[in-house]
């Protein structure tokens, strides 16, 4: 096969993983809450379970006005939804889905090229929220640069101890060397990985920048219609690269009970929807956090705990070492 096909497709794949895996989620998110809280919502559309009703949704914002504030800055105020989007789409090039070929770009700096990535996210944040001209999505806009940055360090130490512990930054390379026995030595830094991507993507307990009960709804007020819903496919896709990126690093990815290597897409996919599932179910399950307590939590908690991790991943491979 020629490299350019090759590549085309490969290309091709990560973006129907792209547009299909954030809609599965969104899917499994209303019915998932709708039977936690009691309220199932609506269950006709498309049939069975309303299964359709994420695409009458989708169809909907499509039809909505596309309305710009009069004081806005047009240019950035239309540029920041993309921006939001475009940093997820290139994480997903480079998160393996199987051994072998199944990863569209194996890098052997991958996980420094995701998190570098990764946090870019905040442009998006800061964008929208100056272009607005609305004091609320300004504030939105400071919260969430404020949480982004915060949780950024610990989200960065978490993942240096397991590419210590792996000796490679290749994500590819993390899952190889991957073993058992690390779901314990490992399991703090993978908690601190979570809840800071959680942070990251600014998911409830963590969504101070979209506080509705007092700031409308942050950063987003002023959007409307398909740039609206491209914030929340972003929102969705972060789900889906929190998800992945805790399966690579510190669940094993492919590697399953059995050797059937054939399979380890299955166990990849099997792995990135539970833990999407705890994401969902945290959002069900938790109140949202202040502002004080989600900096403390952060500075004062996941910072120090990261750090020991390190520690202790520096002492066990020091331990190791022939």
């Known amino acids: 096969m020629p490299d350019w096909l090759e590549l085309v497709l490969r290309v091709a794949g990560v973006l129907v993983a792209f547009l299909t895996l954030p809609l599965i989620v969104g899917q499994a998110e209303h019915k998932v809450m709708a039977h936690m809280q009691g309220r199932l919502g609506p269950m006709y559309a498309g049939g069975f379970h309303g299964w359709a009703q994420l695409v009458a949704d989708g169809i909907k914002f499509v039809q909505k006005e596309d309305v710009t504030p009069r004081d806005a800055d047009r240019p950035v105020f239309r540029l920041a939804p993309a921006v939001a989007l475009v940093p997820y789409l290139l994480v997903l090039l480079v998160i393996p889905l199987g051994p072998g070929d199944l990863v569209a770009q194996p890098l052997d700096i991958g996980l420094f090229f995701v998190l570098a990535v990764v946090g870019v996210g905040v442009l998006a944040v800061l964008m929208s929220a100056w272009a607005s001209a609305n004091k609320y999505s300004l504030l939105g806009g400071l919260r969430g640069a404020a949480q982004l940055l915060g949780y950024e ?38 908690v601190i990985f979570f809840v800071a991507g959680l942070a990251e993507i600014r998911r409830p307990p963590f969504d101070m920048p979209v506080a509705d009960s007092e700031l409308v709804f942050g950063y987003m007020t002023e959007y409307t219609g398909l740039r609206f819903a491209f914030f929340l496919l972003a929102e969705y896709v972060g789900i889906v690269v929190i998800a992945a990126l805790t399966t690579v690093l510190f669940l094993g990815g492919w590697q399953g009970p059995f050797a059937d290597a054939q399979l380890g897409w299955l166990w990849t996919l099997l792995k990135v929807f539970a833990v999407a599932f705890v994401i969902i179910w945290l959002r069900v399950s938790y109140p949202r956090l202040r502002e004080d307590q989600l900096q403390r939590l952060c500075w004062l908690v996941l910072v120090p705990l990261a750090l020991a991790q390190l520690v202790l991943t520096a002492a066990v491979r020091l331990a190791l070492k022939p």
Request: no cysteine; glycine share 6%; charged share 5%.
């Open 153 to 190: 360090l610990p989200l960065v130490l978490a993942a240096a101890s397991v590419a210590m512990a792996a000796g490679t930054l290749s994500l590819p390379g993390i899952v190889e060397a991957w073993q058992p026995w690390w779901l314990l030595w490992q399991a703090p830094a993978m």
